[in-house]
C-alpha cells in the first residue's frame, strides 16, 4: 500500500517545513522563506554576474584579459552591503528567538523525561495535574524487520511515529514543556510547533507552545541517543477544551486502578505474568527475547550469574544502571518486581531467590 | 661523501667535505625511502595517499550508511552498527580524509611555493605522518573491540560516550594522537612561512596558499589541545571517576559541547580555508588575470579565523541557554557570511573581464564556488537561531554540511590536484577523463545530497537507522546518488590518477600559461631537491 | 667532530631517520595497552608501559642524534630561530590545553552551579544547596573538605616562584660564560622543582586521607586533580628537560651566543610557572 500524509507530521516528499500550528512556528516558516527569497536573490544576482563573465570573457572568443587587480570603493561596498543584509536578516529573527525564551505564564506544565528510550510524563501544574505515564513507540517490530528477516506486517502510515499514549493537551492554552532526561540527552520535538528542546540528564531545560488547531502532532528524538534513537517518537494530542477534561478524568480514574500498593504480596505466577509485559516494552531491544542478549554488545540473562545469584544485587542493577544497562528507577516497584522475577523464572533460569516483591523494591530504593 | 651548504650571506652553495650523516642528498629506495622519509615532497605523497586510502574507507562506510537507508525499515544492519559507522563516517572523513589531505597539499606546495629547500623540521614532519596511521589502526581497529566501535556521533557528546565499550577508549587515543600530529603539523608549518621564505618573498608577496595555510595552522594550535582537552575529561569520567560531564557529581554534559564546539567550529574552517587558498591560486591562473583584492582576501581569511572563535554554540542552539547567549551566538555566526562574502566577490571579480579557458582545475574551480556558496547559505539560514531550532539536528544540517565539505573542501583538493599534479608526476592527466570525473561528481553530488535539505526541512532526524515511509523517496534518491558519487571517484583514481602517475604526455615546467608563482620555475616532475639555493623573489 | 664547518648551512635538511616511524610504532603499542588497561585487560599494563618504555629509548637516541647535529655545528642562525618560533607556539598549545580544563572549572562554577541550584532545578534537586565545594545535586559523592592556600599551595607558589629567578640567574651566568656557576644554579632550579613536587605529593596524600578530597568527589575534586595533576606532570617534565640541559652544560655544551635548548627549556619553566599562578588563584585562593 501506498503510505500517505500524515497531517500533523510528514507528509510524502514534504519540501518544506510542517504547516505551522503556532504562532512561533508560524514565524519560523516566514522567517525561512524570508532567507530563502534573500538567498536566492544574491545568488542569482552573484552568478549572474559569474556566468556572464564565464560566457562572455573566454579566451576561446578571444576575449583579452584586463590588468585592474583592486578597487578599494568596489572592496567596501560589497563589504558593507551583506553587513547591512546581515542585520536585515537578524533583525527579524531577534523577536523570535525573544517570543521563543518566554516561557512563563503558562496554563499548564509537563515534564518530558527522556530515557533509553520512550519519553515519560508528568503534569506538573495546572488541569491535570499529576497526571503521569510513560510513552513508548506503538509500531511492532514485526513491520520494522531486522538483518536477514523481513516485516511480517505491513508498514502502516503512522509508521515509527506513533505511541501507545500520547501526550494530550488543550487547545489555544500556553504548554510548557520541561524537559530533562534519566541516562543520556536526548531531544523534545514537534516540528508543527516550532519546539526543538534537547532533554539534558540531570538538568531540566524548558520550551513552550500554544496550539491553535485540533489534531494529533507528530515528532521524533532529534538527539543521538544509542541504539534505539530512531524508535523513540514523540506524539501530542491537542484537543478540545472538554475533551481535555474528560481526558483528565479517564486518566485520573485509570492511573487509580491501576496504583499499584506497593505491599501487597503477589504470587510468582502474578509476578512472572506482569513481569512478561514488561520485559516486552523495556527489555528485549537490547536484552532479546530469548533472553541471550547480542554477544560483544548487550550481555545475555538466559543464565547469566547476576540473574541466578542473590536477588539484591540484581534490583540494584535494574534499579541503577550499569554501563550500556540505563537505570530503571522510572518504572514502579510492582513493575520492577514483577520483570525481575519473570527473569529469574523464564528460558533456562532457576534462581534459587525466584521470587522478588514489590515491597523488597521499594527498600532498595532508599 | 660531499654534501652541500648554502651560505646565509652570499646566497650560493659551497662544498664541505664531512661524512657526518646530515646530507640532504640522500635519495633512499625501497621502503626505508618511505618509512623513514624526510623530504616534503615524500612526505606530501606519504599524507596523499594515506587520506586518499581514508576517504574511500569513509566513503564505504557512508555508502553502507546509504543503502541501510535505501528504503525503511532495518535491512542491513542493526542500529548499533549503523551508529557506529556514521560516527566513523565523521570520525574518518574529518580528521583521516580531509584535514591530511591538506597538510599533504602544504608539504608539497608550500616549500616550492616560498622557495625553500624542505621544511623547517624535517624529521618532525615525517613524525606527524606517521602518527596518522597509528591513529588509522586504532580506529578503524576498534570495529573489531568487543561492543564495536564507537557509537556516539562523531562529535561524541557525553554522556553518550560514558556508555560506550572499548571502542571508546580507542577513539580517544586516537584522536589524542591525531591532535598531536595536527599540532606538530601546524607549527612545522608555521615556522617554515615565517622563516623560510626565499629572500624578497615578504609576506604581502606570498601566494595565497601560504596565507590561507599559515592562518589554519593557527587555528589548529589553538583548537586541537583543546580537544584533546574534552577527550581527556571524558576518558576520566569514564574510567576515574570524575564528574566533569555528569550532574550528579555537579558537572554539566552541556560543558562537553561547549568545550567540544570551541574546537569543533575553527575546525570546520581548518577544512575550508585552505581549500579557498587553493581556489584563490587557481582562479587567477586559468583567468589569465592577477588576483583581485590579495590584501582583501588575507584579511577575509583572518577575519573569518578569529570570528570562528565566537560563534561555537550555534551547534548547541537546542541545548537550552540564555536567550543573550542565543542572540550572541547568532549575531557572530551570521557575520562570517560578510568575509566569506569577500572571498566569493573577489574570485568572481578575477575572472571579470579575464580571459578564461576551461581546464579540470578551472571547473573544480568554479564548481567549488558554485556549490560551496549553496552551503554558505544554508550555513547562514541555520545560524538564525529560530530556524536552527526548528532544523538542528535533522537532515538539513547533513545537507549543509556536506555542501561545504564535499563540494567545498573536497573538490578544492581535486581542484588541487588537477592544478599541481602534473608538477607532482610530470605528466598531464587527462583533459578528457578529468571533466568526465567533474561532471559526474558534480552531479551525482546535487543527487545524493540536494534532497537532504527537503528531508531535513519536513523533519527527518539525522543519525537514524530507520525513518517514516513519508521519507523514503527523497532517501532512495540520495542513496542512488552516493553510489553515483561512490563510483565517480573509483573513476576518479584508475581513470584518472593512477595513468597519470604511469605516463603520458609529459608536462612542461609550467602547464598553464596564466599560473604564477615559483612552484613553476622548478622542471616537471619536481625534482627531489629544490631551492637549495634560495630564487630571489623581486 | 664540531669545529669543521666554518659556516653552518642555512637550511640543515636532515637525512632519512628511522626515529619517527619507530616513535609511532611505539606510541600505537602504548596506546594499545592504555585502552586495555583503562578496560581491564591484563595485559594492559605491561603494553603500555613497554611502549612507553619503547619511547623513550627512541626519544633518548632521537634526541641525541640532534644534539650531535648541533654540537656538530650544522645549526644555523636560521635554524636557531626555527627552534625559537616552534617552542614558542608549541607551548601556546600547550597554554591552550589548560584553557580547556580552566573553561571547564570557570564553567562549572558559574553557570553550572547555579544553574543546579535555581528554582526550575528543584524539580530535580529539591534539596541541593548550591555552593562551590559541594557535594552535587544527587548525593552520590561522599563528603569531603576543599583545599585551602595555606600552608603548601603558598609554599609551592614560593618554591615555583623562587625556581624562576634561580633559573634566570643561571642563564645569566650561561651568557657570560660561567660553567660553575650555570651549573650550580640550575641545579638550585630543578632541586627547587622536585621539592615543589614533594609537597605537592604531600598535599594529596593529605587530601585523600584528611579530607577526604578525592579524584571522585564530583565536579570539585575532578576539577582540582586534574588541573593540579597536569600542571604537576608539566613541572615533571619540564624538570626533566632542565636536568638534560644541566647534563649538557656539565659536558661543555652551549656557547654564551648559541644555547637555545637552554632557553627553550627555561621558556617551558617559566610558563609553567605562570599555569601555577592562575592555579593558585583560581583554585585555592577563589
Ligand atoms: C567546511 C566546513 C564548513 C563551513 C565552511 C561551514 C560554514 C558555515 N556554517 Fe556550518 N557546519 C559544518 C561545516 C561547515 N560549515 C559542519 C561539519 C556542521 C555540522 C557538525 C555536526 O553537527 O556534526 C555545521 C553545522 C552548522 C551549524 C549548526 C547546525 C545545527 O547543528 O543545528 C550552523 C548554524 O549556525 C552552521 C553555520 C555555518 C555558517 C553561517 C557558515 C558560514 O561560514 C558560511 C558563509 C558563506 C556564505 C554565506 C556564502 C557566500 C557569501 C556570499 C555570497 C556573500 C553574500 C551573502 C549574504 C550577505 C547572505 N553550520
Ligand atoms: C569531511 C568530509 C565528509 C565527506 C567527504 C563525506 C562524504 C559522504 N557522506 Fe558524510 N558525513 C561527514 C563528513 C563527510 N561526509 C560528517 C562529519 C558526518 C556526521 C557524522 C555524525 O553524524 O557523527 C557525516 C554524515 C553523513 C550522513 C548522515 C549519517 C547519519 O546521520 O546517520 C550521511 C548520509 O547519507 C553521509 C553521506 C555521505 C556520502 C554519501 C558521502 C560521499 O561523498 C562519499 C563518496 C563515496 C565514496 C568516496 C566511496 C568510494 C568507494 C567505493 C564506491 C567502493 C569501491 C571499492 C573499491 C575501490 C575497493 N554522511
Ligand atoms: Cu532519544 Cu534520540
Ligand atoms: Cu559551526
Known amino acids: 500500500a501506498e503510505v500517505k500524509d500524515i497531517p500533523g507530521g510528514p507528509a510524502v516528499n514534504q519540501l518544506n517545513l510542517h504547516p505551522p500550528v503556532t504562532k512561533i512556528a508560524e514565524q519560523i516558516y516566514s522567517l525561512h522563506t524570508f532567507m530563502l527569497i534573500i538567498c536566492l536573490v544574491i545568488f542569482v544576482a552573484v552568478f549572474g554576474v559569474m556566468f556572464y563573465s564565464i560566457l562572455k570573457h573566454r579566451k576561446s572568443l578571444g576575449h583579452k584579459s584586463a590588468t585592474f587587480h583592486e578597487s578599494t570603493t568596489v572592496e567596501i561596498a560589497w563589504t558593507i552591503v551583506p553587513f547591512l543584509i546581515v542585520i536585515a536578516m537578524a533583525l527579524p529573527a531577534t523577536k523570535t528567538v525573544v517570543a521563543m525564551k518566554d516561557t512563563s505564564n503558562a496554563d499548564i506544565t509537563i515534564k518530558a523525561t527522556g530515557m533509553q528510550w520512550k519519553w515519560g510524563y508528568d503534569y506538573l501544574k495546572g488541569d491535570g495535574q499529576g497526571i503521569s505515564f510513560l510513552s513508548n513507540l506503538a509500531t511492532p517490530r514485526t513491520q520494522v524487520g531486522a538483518p536477514g528477516v523481513a516485516p511480517t506486517e505491513a508498514r502502516g502510515d503512522n509508521y515509527l511515529i506513533e505511541v501507545d499514549n500520547p501526550v494530550v493537551v488543550p487547545v489555544n492554552k500556553k504548554i510548557r ?171 533456562s533460569n532457576k534462581a534459587q531467590q525466584n521470587i522478588v516483591q514489590p515491597a523488597e523494591v521499594l527498600a532498595a530504593r532508599k | 661523501m660531499s654534501t652541500t651548504a648554502i651560505n646565509p650571506a652570499t646566497g650560493h652553495a659551497h662544498d664541505q667535505s664531512d661524512d657526518h650523516a646530515y646530507g640532504h642528498h640522500d635519495h633512499p629506495h625501497g621502503w626505508r625511502r618511505w618509512l623513514y622519509a624526510t623530504n616534503h615532497k615524500d612526505i606530501g605523497s606519504l599524507y596523499l595517499w594515506f587520506s586518499f586510502f581514508m576517504f574511500m574507507s569513509g566513503g564505504v562506510m557512508a555508502l553502507a550508511i546509504r543503502a541501510e537507508l535505501f528504503q525503511p525499515g532495518l535491512q542491513l544492519m542493526q542500529p548499533e552498527f549503523f551508529n557506529q559507522l556514521t560516527t566513523m563516517h565523521g570520525l574518518v572523513m574529518v580528521f583521516g580524509a580531509i584535514m591530511p589531505a591538506f597538510v599533504g597539499y602544504a608539504n608539497w606546495m608550500i616549500p616550492l611555493q616560498i622557495g625553500a629547500p624542505d621544511m623547517a623540521f624535517a624529521r618532525m614532519n615525517n613524525f606527524s605522518f606517521w602518527l596518522l596511521p597509528v591513529a588509522a589502526c586504532l580506529l578503524i581497529g576498534s570495529f573489531l573491540v568487543p561492543g564495536g566501535a564507537v557509537a556516539a556521533g562523531w562529535t561524541l557528546y557525553a554522556p553518550l560516550s560514558t556508555q560506550m565499550g572499548p571502542g571508546m577508549d580507542l577513539a580517544i587515543f586516537a584522536v589524542h594522537i591525531m591532535g598531536a600530529s595536527s599540532i606538530m603539523g601546524a607549527i612545522n608549518i608555521i615556522v617554515t612561512i615565517l622563516n623560510m621564505r626565499a629572500p624578497g618573498m615578504t609576506l604581502m608577496k606570498m601566494p595565497m596558499f601560504c596565507w590561507t595555510w599559515l592562518i589554519t595552522a593557527y587555528l589548529l594550535i589553538a583548537v586541537m589541545p583543546v580537544l584533546a582537552g574534552a577527550i581527556t575529561m571524558t576518558l576520566t569520567d569514564r574510567h576515574f571517576g570524575t564528574s566533569f560531564f555528569n550532574a550528579a557529581g555537579g558537572g554539566d554534559p552541556v560543558m562537553y559541547q561547549h568545550i567540544f564546539w570551541f574546537f569543533g567550529h575553527p575546525e570546520v574552517y581548518i577544512m575550508i580555508l585552505p581549500a579557498f587558498g587553493i581556489i584563490s591560486q587557481i582562479i587567477p591562473a586559468f583567468a589569465r588575470k592577477q588576483l583581485f583584492g590579495y590584501a582583501s582576501m588575507v584579511y577575509a581569511t583572518a577575519s573569518i579565523a578569529i570570528l570562528s572563535f565566537m560563534v561555537w554554540a550555534h551547534h548547541m542552539f537546542t541545548s537550552g541557554m540564555p536567550v543573550t547567549g542565543q542572540l550572541f551566538f547568532m549575531y557572530a555566526t551570521m557575520l562570517i557570511a560578510v568575509p566569506t562574502g569577500v572571498k566569493i566577490f573577489n574570485w568572481i571579480a578575477t575572472m571579470w573581464r579575464g580571459s578564461m579557458s576551461f581546464e579540470t582545475p578551472m571547473l573544480f574551480a568554479i564548481g567549488f564556488i558554485f556549490v560551496f556558496t549553496l552551503g554558505g547559505f544554508t550555513g547562514l539560514i541555520l545560524a538564525v537561531t529560530p530556524i536552527d531550532i526548528q532544523v538542528h539536528d535533522t537532515y538539513y544540517v547533513v545537507a549543509h554540511f556536506h555542501y561545504v565539505l564535499v563540494a567545498g573542501s573536497l573538490f578544492a583538493l581535486f581542484a588541487g590536484f588537477y592544478y599541481w599534479g602534473p608538477k607532482w608526476t610530470g605528466y598531464m592527466y587527462s583533459e578528457a577523463r578529468g571533466k568526465f570525473h567533474f561532471w559526474a561528481s558534480l552531479i551525482t553530488f546535487n543527487i545524493t545530497f540536494f534532497p537532504m535539505h527537503f528531508l ?83 | 667532530m664540531s669545529s669543521q664547518h666554518v659556516t653552518a648551512p642555512d637550511y640543515f635538511v636532515p637525512g632519512p631517520s628511522k626515529w619517527p616511524v619507530l616513535t609511532g610504532a611505539s606510541l600505537l603499542l602504548t596506546m594499545v595497552g592504555a585502552s586495555a588497561w583503562v578496560n581491564d585487560l591484563a595485559w594492559g599494563p605491561y603494553a ?51 584553557a580547556a580544563f580552566f573553561g571547564a572549572l570557570f564553567y562549572a562554577r558559574a553557570i553550572t552551579l547555579p544553574w543546579l541550584g535555581d528554582l526550575d532545578h528543584k524539580v530535580l534537586w529539591p534539596d541541593f544547596n548550591a555552593v562551590w565545594g559541594s557535594v552535587g545535586p544527587a548525593g552520590v559523592v561522599e563528603s569531603f573538605k576543599t583545599m585551602g592556600p595555606f600552608p603548601i599551595p603558598t609554599i609551592n607558589t614560593a618554591l615555583l616562584l623562587t625556581s624562576g629567578a634561580t633559573l634566570t640567574i643561571a642563564h645569566h651566568a650561561l651568557k657570560e660564560n660561567k660553567r660553575t656557576q650555570t651549573a650550580i644554579w640550575l641545579f638550585a632550579t630543578i632541586l627547587l622543582g622536585v621539592t615543589f613536587m614533594g609537597f605537592q605529593v604531600f598535599e594529596y596524600m593529605h587530601a585523600y586521607s584528611e579530607l577526604n578530597l578525592k579524584l571522585t568527589s564530583g565536579i570539585y575534586g575532578s576539577t582540582f586533580f586534574m588541573l593540579t595533576g597536569f600542571h604537576g606532570f608539566h613541572v615533571t617534565m619540564g624538570a626533566i628537560m632542565l636536568s638534560v640541559v644541566l647534563y649538557r652544560v656539565l659536558k661543555g655544551h652551549f656557547t654564551p651566543e648559541h644555547h637555545f635548548a637552554f632557553e627553550g627549556a627555561a621558556w617551558y619553566w617559566h610558563f609553567v610557572d605562570v599555569v601555577w599562578l592562575g592555579l593558585y588563584v583560581v583554585v585555592y585562593w577563589l
Not at chain 1, 528507577?329 to 520492577?336: G, M, V
Not at chain 2, 532512495?476 to 597519470?500: D, K, N, R
Not at chain 3, 632521537?62 to 635554524?79: D, N, P, Q, T, V
Not at chain 3, 636557531?80 to 597554554?95: G, K, L, P, T
Request: aromatic share 12%; with cysteine.
Open chain 1, 177 to 347: 514543556i520541561i524537559t530533562t532526561a534519566n541516562d543520556v540527552i536526548h531531544a523534545w520535538a514537534i516540528p508543527s510547533f516550532g519546539v526543538q528542546q534537547d532533554a539534558i540528564p540531570g538538568f531540566v531545560r524548558d520550551a513552550w507552545f500554544r496550539a491553535e488547531k485540533i489534531g494529533t502532532y507528530r515528532g521524533q528524538c532529534d538527539k543521538l541517543c544509542g541504539k534505539e534513537h530512531a524508535f523513540m517518537p514523540i506524539v501530542v494530542n491537542v484537543v478540545s477544551e472538554d475533551d481535555y477534561k474528560k481526558w483528565v478524568d479517564g486518566k485520573n480514574k485509570e492511573m487509580a486502578a491501576q496504583a499499584d500498593d506497593p505491599n501487597k504480596v503477589w504470587t510468582v505466577d502474578e509476578l512472572k505474568q506482569r513481569g512478561e509485559k514488561v520485559y516486552a516494552t523495556n527489555c528485549v531491544a537490547c536484552h532479546q527475547a530469548t533472553g541471550k542478549g547480542v554477544p560483544g554488545a548487550f550481555p545475555a540473562l538466559d543464565g547469566s550469574a547476576v540473574v541466578s545469584g542473590p536477588k539484591a544485587a540484581q534490583i540494584q542493577l535494574v534499579l541503577n544502571g550499569k554501563n550500556a544497562m540505563p537505570s530503571w528507577k522510572a518504572l514502579s516497584d510492582t513493575e520492577l518486581a514483577a520483570v525481575i522475577t519473570y527473569t529469574r523464572n523464564n528460558w
Open chain 3, 48 to 98: 603500555n608501559i613497554a611502549g612507553i618504555l619503547c619511547v623513550l629509548v627512541i626519544l633518548y637516541n632521537w634526541f641525541g642524534e640532534s644534539i650531535a647535529e648541533s654540537e656538530g655545528g650544522l645549526y644555523s642562525k636560521r635554524i636557531d630561530i626555527s627552534y625559537r618560533w616552534s617552542m614558542s607556539w608549541f607551548i601556546f598549545s600547550e597554554v591552550m590545553f589548560f
Open chain 2, 456 to 538: 531535513g526541512l519536513a523533519g527527518m532526524p539525522r543519525r537514524i537507522a530507520d525513518y517514516p515511509a513519508q521519507f523514503t523517496d527523497f532517501n532512495m534518491i540520495a542513496s542512488i546518488g552516493a553510489l553515483g558519487f561512490g563510483l565517480s571517484q573509483v573513476y576518479f583514481l584508475f581513470a584518472v590518477v593512477l595513468p597519470s602517475i604511469r605516463g603520458g604526455e609529459k608536462a612542461a615546467d609550467k602547464p598553464w600559461d596564466g599560473a604564477e608563482g615559483l612552484e613553476w620555475t622548478v622542471p616537471s616532475p619536481a625534482p627531489f631537491h629544490t631551492f637549495e639555493v634560495p630564487p630571489i623573489v623581486k
